[in-house]
Each structure stands twice: as C-alpha cells, then as structure tokens.
C-alpha cells in the first residue's frame, strides 16, 4: 500500500553507537569473517594422513553428490622399519664394492660387466623396494563422504581392493590402540562394523583413531 | 677355455631371466600406478604425476638394464 504522506524531515532510527571494546570488535570481526567449521575446506597435503573437509582430492568411484568428509591414511611413522632397511642396503655395500674381490673370490674372476649389471640390478632392486613399500603406504587410504564408508588397499603389487560401505549400515565404530609405539604416536587400528553379510571396513595405524571414532558416529547419528 | 665360457654362460643366462622379469614387475606396477593414479588423484605438489613419473622411470632403468645386459654381456 503506497504511503500517502511522508515526512521529509524524517530520518530512520539510528542504531545506538557501539560502544565494544577494540578487542570485543577485533574478535566479532573475526568470527564473523571466518567460515563455519563444518563448510571450512582443508589443503589436502600430499603426504598428511588424516585430514577432515579435504579439498584438492578426487577419488573418482564417488557418486556425484558424494563429497569427502574424512581422509585417512596410515600414520607416517609405520615407513620407519622400511626405510631403514632400504637405507642399510644401499647404503652399507657401498663401501664395500672395492673389497668384493676380496670378500668374494670368485668376484675376481668375474669381467668388469658382469660386476656392473649385477651392481646396477642389486640398485635397481632397491629401488624397486623403495616404491612399492611407499605407494603400499600412500595408496592404502579411508574416506568418510557423507553417504559411504571407503576403504582402498593397496596391499600387494597385483592386489587392489575398494570396499564401502553406506553410512547408514554402519552399527558400530571401534578403535585399538595397543603397545607403547601406537600410544606414543597416537594411532591405531578402526574397525567400523555393518549390519547384514557387508564385510567390516577397517583402517589400520590410522593418526588419532579416538578423533576418527567420534567423526564416525557423529556421521551415522550416534552422537 | 670352455669351461670358463661355459661358467660365464650359466651366469649370463640367469642374470638376463632375472633383469628380464624384473623389467615385467616393474611394468606391472607402472600400470597399477597408472590406474589408481587416475583412480585417487592429489592435486597437492601433483603427487600423482611424480608417482606416475617415478614408476615410469624405474621402468625405463629395468629395461635400459636388461638392453644393456644383452649387448654387453
């Protein structure tokens, strides 16, 4: 309804002024400014092993609603007994290689390119060594999207194995952390129990597996 | 004589089989890597690119190895 008559010497009630503090503003200003929790998206690191709202990562067997609430991985520490090993073996022959002719005699008798190739396969194996035990570690990854459970095992060099299961099937979320290295590293194993014959997912030598735990069960409603 | 080329033979011949299957492993996990690169890909430092790339490379010395192994052995 238009106004029939309006004041022109009206003016529109002003706010009290504000009489905040500058620290009481600088922390509205701030919360204000900064985005809600829930929607807040986190770099995915190349290497970081648990992450919650990842950005930067597609994992191509979601659905297209689908969005990433929880990455996984295996807690880095678990790389240490392979890397040692990679590292006495490349590292502890090297200065043996002039005193193989007299380790092994029969060395000697070998020509020059026979003890490179065997040198150059022994590196080569190492190497090999090296990768599969990385990518072991970082392909063997958990995701928690807002409609399944994701589990990627990437035990063996032939052997990959993707199994999920819905949000909705998942009874029970339980962790095990055992032994001095897992609680003074904080990781360990999560195993998320589904109704019916669905297999149970599990996660091993996961970081923080109490924080995994709750992110779960807020997920599916238990808390 | 013979009997150091027939010792030199039985060397040569288990190193090739061996440089050769290595070469076969080594393709294997190329294309495994291949595929769960395009499966998971990490945007952060292009992980996914350089693992592909290393794999790559360590195909390429297998095979460099096993070509080299026939010429000079």
């Not at chain 2, 190193?15 to 952060?44: D, G, P, Q, T």
Request: aromatic content about 12%.
């Amino acid at each position: 309804m238009p106004d029939i008559f309006v004041d022109p010497d009206f003016k529109e009630p002003t706010p009290p002024p504000e009489h905040k503090s500058s620290q009481t503003r600088a922390a509205v200003h701030k919360k204000e400014n900064s985005p809600k929790p829930q929607n807040r998206k986190n770099l995915l690191k190349a290497f970081q092993s648990y992450c919650e709202n990842p950005k930067g990562i597609i994992f191509k067997p979601l659905g297209p609603n689908e969005e990433i609430l929880l990455f996984l991985r295996a807690h880095p520490i678990i790389n240490i007994p392979w890397i040692t090993i990679a590292f006495l073996l490349a590292v502890v022959p090297i200065p043996l290689i002039p005193l193989l002719d007299s380790i092994f005699p029969s060395f000697l008798t070998l020509p020059v390119e026979y003890k490179i190739v065997s040198i150059a396969l022994y590196f080569l194996i190492i190497l090999g060594y090296i990768l599969i035990n990385f990518l072991r570690w970082f392909y063997n990854i958990g995701i928690v999207t807002n409609e399944n459970i994701v589990d990627l095992d990437y035990t063996q060099v032939v052997q990959v194995h993707l199994s999920a299961t819905v949000i909705e099937k998942v009874e029970d979320v339980s962790y095990k952390q055992s032994g001095f290295i897992q609680t003074l590293f904080n990781y360990g194993n999560i195993d998320v129990q589904t109704a019916g014959t669905t297999s149970n997912i599990e996660f091993f030598n996961v970081p923080e597996p109490d924080r995994v735990v709750m992110f779960i069960q807020k997920q599916i409603g238990h808390l | 004589m013979f009997g150091e080329i027939n010792l030199l033979f039985f060397i040569k011949v288990p190193i090739l089989v061996l440089i050769f299957l290595y070469a076969l492993f080594s393709l294997v996990l190329f294309n495994k890597i291949r595929s769960l690169s395009e499966m998971v890909f990490i945007s952060n430092l292009n992980i996914s690119a350089v693992l592909t790339f290393l794999t790559l490379a360590h195909l390429v010395a297998a095979i460099s190895l096993f070509v080299l192994s026939l010429v000079i052995l």
